[in-house]
């Protein structure tokens, strides 16, 4: 089993009072303007008029950006589209983790001011939940579960480097979901980045 | 077990064998596009029938508001039509006929959204969902778990019949005269790739109505409405509708005009088929703004209109599917799932009350209502599907309907579970209030993703929602059942000209900059079936239509006279007097002082109208047998991979298949009621093309002609791998010598001028037609 659809969200965290998703749009603007991100981005569409949706998305040619409020938990989710043909699995998961992690560190340094004490975005870091956005190549099953879980608890080795729980989430209409919490001490994004290969490289097709 | 490799293999024969064949079809066009074997424009039309749009930045440019970057697609110069990039995501259209749902197809879109867009459904103002951002190549697999469902995106774009509107209370409505949805559902299915319907200039588009006075189907700004009629006659009483025709909206607003009082049901499946091929025969084909019916009504007169309609129909092959349907008129009926009651004593949860006022239709049958599901915007989210498929599942029964006003209908619900399906709908965050209020605003997608946008009327709507709900205002009973509509161009698509609060987009230069305007339009009748249009009072900047809004509505609260509409308020206090008020909204600051004028709503960039495009919605004109022999050559090429991978009878089959395609493309051009019946096809081609040697070869004489009566005599058959090649060398000769006869008769076969190869001829679209879904 190797998906290639594949999807990251980490979790803002609850004690930082975040702006509103709108208010990210200027920054997604500016990272299309600015050619910030090393894939090409095309689009920001503005879905925060719906409630725990989609929020503020930049949308990519080969994965998009939400600023996403499901299920009422606030977070940045990277959602791989489509690219790095051939790659093996682990590879893909890499470079998940590093495109979802480097989008999260520059949105923590550019989130605006507001105005609240506590204000800003800070991401949690010992919650992430990964996702595969294709029912065929891996249904919600204990199958795809026992398929993909030696990769992911090797990932979560290298991330978390201290002790990890990995749960399946969701129903049998979702997704295809897992939960990884970190149970040690939290680490900074820019460590967490450190430790899965830093900022991606140059996206490939 | 071992996973299904494809979604082709996993959903099997889930997949109604015409539709799979029809996406098969469809796949193989991509493919042939990518390797540049189907000329750029055919294969545009091809994928707008198909459903699949184009969406704005597709031609690889992007303003930044300062200036145009290039987007750098991976595929480089591959178009999949004019100036729109390959790689380029695109909107999907997926026609809903009357807004029908049911459960599981609701459930499969809510997970293509996830999957291949961006986890919003938009429910369109004709009752279409689409959903953006969308790359072709995830298209045939979409398709196929759609139909799997049992939905076609078959000619939701394109010069083709529409989604078949009709109104959402059908059947359950308590003015209608009858229901309207199984007239609907037989009309949609039987134009729906009907030859008759293949060939037009633009568009076409129908509503059923139940009722005259209600203002559920619109039927006033169709090209074909039908409004349910009954008469009575020697004691027995007869269904019919009245049928009005040459209606539309875009940039020449136009009411239908009465065609028939009471048109028997039993005609009028083929009076609609005889109007589709008046249009197709008369109907303008190079200027595209000009080419909707509404113009050959005018340009007719109507009774010289009805006059070609009636004749034509006289003509018309009999056909069982015109009355079939009538033998069964209650396919499309709907059963409660749950026992009519009536609603329990309070007290009731937070909202409840609120909620009920505007969100809950009474139904004619006792017991039960209607319960509207407001979607800000027209948009929901995947997971709300699921959890709004959950929620009818537990109340209500099978199916939804998506409404005009860009909502969702719950039908069927029993008065007793009122508060528990309130309660639910809050936990899906789907029971706002205001379902037809002030606050339930109509956008079309404007800027956000349209190629023709000017200005952006959903970031408009969401302010105004933003400001209105919750205030005084919207709260005010004289107010409240005011109606606002965005549209972002004058196209329409927001359907501006029947509210009672209009707003378009435009732009306007100020002190040499762009400034995102919309032009106010005011007094629209949505009644009536859309009865009369608004009228223009001028455009005042994007940044003041809040305070327009609030200023207007706010007098009209105030001075309102008993039950006096806003149109006749309009009327009554003068336009001078609209105008006067909105001239004062007009400023628009220096750059300097506000340079938020200068930008749009939702949009931090400076405003620019650069990255307008050319609109698909007009499709490509490809007249009907240049349709007919790329699908030919399709099948040739299809034939070769069939031998390729060792299935020699169905090779042959295939180009035999590809032979009666090309004969029939030419020869349908001589008899319009030619059928699919091989022996005819052949018939009828012997007699146009053969007996008067329009299809011999200036070389080869009857050469190619003969390759194809020959394999038709000896029934396809070919008995070693050598003859089958020999036979698709000659399937490929013949189809190639129907081209070149397309090409020297050209006009006279509905098609370009004389001596022109058919691709370099298709006609450009003039800028900026008209959109819609």
Redo the contacts between chains.
Sequence with gaps: MNPSKLQLKLFADRNVHAPESEAFIPVFHRWIRDHVLAELVIDVANYAHVPKGPGVVLIGHTGDYYLDDSDGRFGLLYSRKRGLAGAAFEARLEDLFRRTLHAAALLEKEAPATGAGQGGLRFGTNELLFRVNDRLAAPASDETFAALRPALEAMAGRLFEGPFELTRVGDARALFGVKLVGTGEPSDLSTLLARVGGPPAADLP | MN??K??KE?LGNTVPEAWAREIDVFETQIELRKKGKIEEKLFAETRLRRGTYGQ??DNGQ?H???VT?L????SGEITKGPVTLW???GMQRIKIPYGRLTIAQL?TIA?LA??YS???LHVTTRQDIQL??I?IEDTPDLMRRLAAAGITTREACGNTVRNVTGCPYAGVCQTESFDVTPYAHAMTFFLLGHDDTQNFGRKFKLSFSGCKDNPCALANFHDIGCIARTRTVDGRKERGFEVVVGGGLGSVPQNAQLFDAFVPETELLPLAQAMSRVYARLGEKQNRAKARLKFLVKKLGLEEFKRLVLEERATLRPDPRWTAFLADLHVTDEKPLRAAGPLPAGPYPAGFDAWRATNVVPQAQAGYVMALVTL??G???S??A?LLADVARRFTGDTLRTTADQNLLLRWVSEADLPALYQALQAA?LAGAGAGTLTDIVACPGT??CKLGISSSR?LA?QL?RELTGSALAENPNAKGLHIKASGCFNACGQHHVADLGFLGVSRNVNGRRVPHFQLVVGGQWTNNAGSYGLAIGAVPSKRVPEVVKRLAGRFAAERQGDETFSAFVNRIGKKTIRALVEEMQAVPPHEVDPSFYTDW????EYTIDDMGVGECAGEVVPLVEVGLADAEREIFESQILLEEKKPAEAVARAYSAMLVAARALSREKNSNLSNDPNEIVAEFRKHFCDTQLFYDPYAGPKFAQYFFRIHDEHASAKDPEAVHQLIEEATLFVDAAHQVYARLGASLGGPALGLAPAATVPSPAPAPGVGA
């Design positions: 996973a299904a494809s979604w996993k704005r930045y992007r930044d508001g300062a970057q987007l750098a697609y991976p790689d380029a995501p459930e997970d996830e999957e961006d986890r919003i953006h951002f790359h800000p915007l948009d929901l989210t997971d709300q699921r965050e956000d993703t970031a969401a929602g939702g949009d931090p960039r």
